[in-house]
């Protein structure tokens, strides 16, 4: 199967190395043959470590490396069975890529975007064959995480969300098939882990190391919001939800963060730049700011129930509207960004009326839709 892969980034590389894992001829294409060269030169080293660790034989490496074609031009995809994009998450430049795209595959070619958050239907909405047009997208770093959401659209063919959720399983990942909604089903589940983390920091309710505790301690979470928006970039995460707040009309639930914007403007972006909410100038673990984050009990209940209770809503809610499967929803946040188990499970630990009662009086104290439950949760 010849696959083609637009943008050389890490979400690229990482899928080009996934597809020649799992035996197909892959063409990489970048507009920037820098970053592509860049890219091919830190898949040799990640393959070296694989084999390294015996994890593949030197022959596997060498094999997975030749079956990824370095491609100057849009033209060298004419063969391609299915084109993925991962490039920036702009409607308007990705719209143009599948435009020029289409008058080079063929007409059985299978055109897909890697996208995180912006529709599936509007990004096919000005192709002249639609119905060959689909949402896969890849959780970072892709030869890594598990998880793929498939997402066809209104105009996808009905039949394509299952050839491409066999087509995954093929190469080893645990595909979901949501519903084109703005964020699908992690982006817009997971929004107020860092939504309303921010919040507390911005209230002065609580620090990012009190937050981070509270959830890893109380949550089982491996990283807390913070240690996580620094992990993604601060910049990427922030996007993401300008782009979930704008899709949804500007509801309230969604609300970007202001002490977010800042950071990103500041190009306090986390790992990749040595500083985000935690200094990583001198290693790659997370120096805090503030040494001292002991807190009592009742604080990091508090903070963790806040958080949990808006999560397990937007899973509830996601129920409701069927985004997804129950089965889908729970793997979905547990494959795609590690949290330790299912939030409808969760809702059923803690108790859907302990949810609920925490969210009435968030809502009575700060009078804001952000804090209204889903009409299904009372139910639950």
Same mark, same amino acid.
């Given at each position: ?39 091919? /030169?830190?898949?040799? #080293? =990640?393959?070296?470590? *694989?084999? !390294? ?7 596997? @490496?060498? %094999? ?27 409607? /308007?430049?990705?719209? #143009? =890529?599948?435009?020029? *795209?289409? !008058? ?7 055109? @897909?975007? %890697? ?32 998880? =793929? ?232």
């Amino acid at each position: 199967m010849n696959i083609g892969i637009i943008g050389s980034g890490t979400m690229g590389i990482g899928i080009a190395q996934v597809a020649a894992t799992s035996g197909c001829e892959v063409f990489l294409y970048d507009a920037n043959s820098a970053q592509t060269e860049k890219s091919l /030169e830190g898949l040799q #080293k =990640v393959l070296a470590r *694989l084999v !390294e660790k015996q994890k593949i034989t030197q022959e596997s @490496s060498e %094999n997975i490396f030749n079956r990824i074609k370095f491609s100057t031009e849009l033209s060298d995809f004419k063969d391609c069975d299915l084109v993925i994009e991962a490039i920036v998450e702009n409607k /308007e430049i990705k719209t #143009k =890529v599948f435009q020029q *795209l289409e !008058e080079i595959v063929s007409d059985e070619c299978v055109i @897909s975007s %890697n996208t995180s958050s912006i529709s599936i239907t509007s990004l096919s909405a000005e192709l002249k064959n639609p119905a060959r047009f689909i949402g896969i997208h890849f959780f970072n770093p892709a030869p890594l995480m598990p998880l =793929v959401e498939v997402i066809p659209g209104l105009l996808t063919k009905e039949n394509l969300a299952a050839e491409i959720y066999s087509l995954m399983e093929s190469w080893g990942k645990i595909p979901v098939i949501a519903k084109d909604v703005s964020g699908f089903i992690v982006n817009r589940i997971a929004r107020p882990f860092y939504g309303e983390a921010l919040r507390l920091v911005e209230e002065n309710i609580a620090t990012p190391e009190q937050i981070d505790e509270a959830m890893r301690s109380l949550g089982n979470f491996k990283m807390g919001p913070f240690e996580l928006m620094d992990l993604i970039g601060i910049d990427i995460n922030f996007s993401v939800t300008k782009t979930v707040y704008a899709d949804y009309f500007y509801d309230p639930k969604y609300k970007p963060s202001l002490l977010q914007q800042r950071m990103a403007e500041a190009k306090l972006l986390g790992r990749k730049t040595g500083k985000g909410f935690y200094d990583y100038s001198e290693s790659q673990e997370p120096r805090s700011k503030n040494k001292d984050i002991e807190q009592n009990n009742e604080v990091r209940e508090m903070i963790f129930m806040r958080i949990i209770s808006m999560l397990v809503n937007e899973a509830v809610e996601a129920k409701r509207l069927g985004i997804a499967n129950d089965e889908d929803l729970e793997l979905a946040v547990q494959k795609g960004v590690n949290y330790p188990k299912g939030l409808l499970a969760w809702g059923i630990e803690i108790g859907f009326d302990k949810i609920s009662a925490t969210l009435q009086n968030l809502y009575e104290e700060y009078q804001e839709e952000r804090y209204r439950q889903s009409p299904l949760l009372k139910k639950m």
